[in-house]
């Protein structure tokens, strides 16, 4: 089993930047790829980022590539996920996720465990 908990959401100004950490724990977090997802209200769950167990290989959504980074630290079992120049558009609730693989992947299915979700808004 492994353990997600997701901090760092807010409510914040088009513009800002906020930093997403979910912090890991209950197996080797080097392990696992891990993604971050995000889920507006009345839409289904949406891939926005993913990153391979070593750090390698980040990949973004369209929509947010440019504007959100990716990494991990796997001496800390934490993975973050800078958001700069936040639009109203990416108000959500952001879940970490990690899939029990060494690559990671765009579909929420693929993944093996979800934390919580951390709330995002974005004011004009």
């Known amino acids: 089993q492994v353990q997600l908990v997701e901090s760092g959401g807010g409510l914040v100004q088009a513009g800002d930047a906020l930093r997403l950490s979910c912090a890991a724990s209950g197996r080797t977090f080097s392990n696992y790829a891990m993604g971050w997802f995000r889920q507006a209200p009345g839409k289904e769950r949406e891939f926005v980022a993913t990153i391979n167990g070593n750090g390698g290989g980040p990949y973004y959504a369209n929509s947010v590539k440019d504007r959100f980074t990716i990494s991990r630290d796997n001496a800390k079992s934490t993975v973050f996920l800078q958001m700069n120049n936040l639009k109203l558009e990416d108000t959500a609730v952001y879940f970490c996720?990690?899939?029990?693989?060494?690559?990671?992947?765009?579909?929420?299915?693929?993944?093996?465990?979800w934390g919580q979700g951390t709330q995002v808004t974005v004011s004009s």
């Open positions: 996720a990690a899939r029990d693989a060494y690559s990671g992947n765009i579909l929420p299915n693929q993944y093996n465990y």
